[in-house]
């Protein structure tokens, strides 16, 4: 053990200034572990903490917005079907009324068609009876004239007696 101790020797190592610096350095870290690493690390284990519990609460928050949007969007499926099942049955009203209007304007376009067809069917009828009455009174005086150039007085009588009865 003596050549180690002579080592030491020529190194200028002195024990007892050594185990002062041993003390020295033993009570200077107990001294910054009291004042320095034991707040410095209960300062980071809060803020570990505390942002432990945003996190928690934002991943919470985020789980209610996508609940409340899921909400929101079966809401807006259920409107939409709805307003498409209003707007079908209001297309198939309106096809209905256009329907009937339809009907009946053919209806009313046929009853018209029928009267205008009647009355122009009994005015055609009275035409027809007017020309024949006036035909034969157009023949009746183109027959007179003709009788009356061509024969006596006494057989324009006769044919004229003839003709008007």
């Known amino acids: 053990m003596e ?3 002579d080592f030491l020797y020529s190194l200028h190592f002195h ?3 050594f ?3 041993l003390i020295l350095f033993t009570a200077f870290h107990y001294a910054m572990r009291a004042t320095i690493y034991d707040p410095l690390l209960k300062t980071r284990n809060e803020r570990d903490a ?8 934002a991943e919470a928050s985020a789980a209610n917005a996508k609940a409340i949007k899921q909400r929101y969007d079966e809401e807006i ?3 939409r079907l709805a307003l498409a099942h209003q707007l079908k ?5 309106t096809e209905g009324q256009v329907a009937e209007t339809m009907q009946a304007a053919r209806d009313e376009a046929g009853r018209v068609t029928e009267e205008a067809t009647a009355r122009l069917n009994a005015e055609e009828e009275q035409l027809k009876a007017g ?3 006036q035909s034969g009174v157009i023949a009746l005086a183109v027959a007179r004239k003709v009788v009356r ?3 006596t007085q006494d057989a324009q009588e006769r044919v004229l007696a003839q003709l008007k009865g």
């Open 15 to 17: 024990p007892v200034v």
């Open 149 to 151: 150039n061509s024969l």
């Open 19 to 21: 185990a002062l610096q």
């Open 50 to 57: 505390r942002i432990d519990g945003l996190l928690a609460s």
């Open 89 to 93: 049955e209001a297309i198939d009203k």
């Open 131 to 133: 020309m024949d009455e």
């Open 3 to 5: 050549p180690i101790l």
């Open 77 to 79: 499926k259920a409107q």
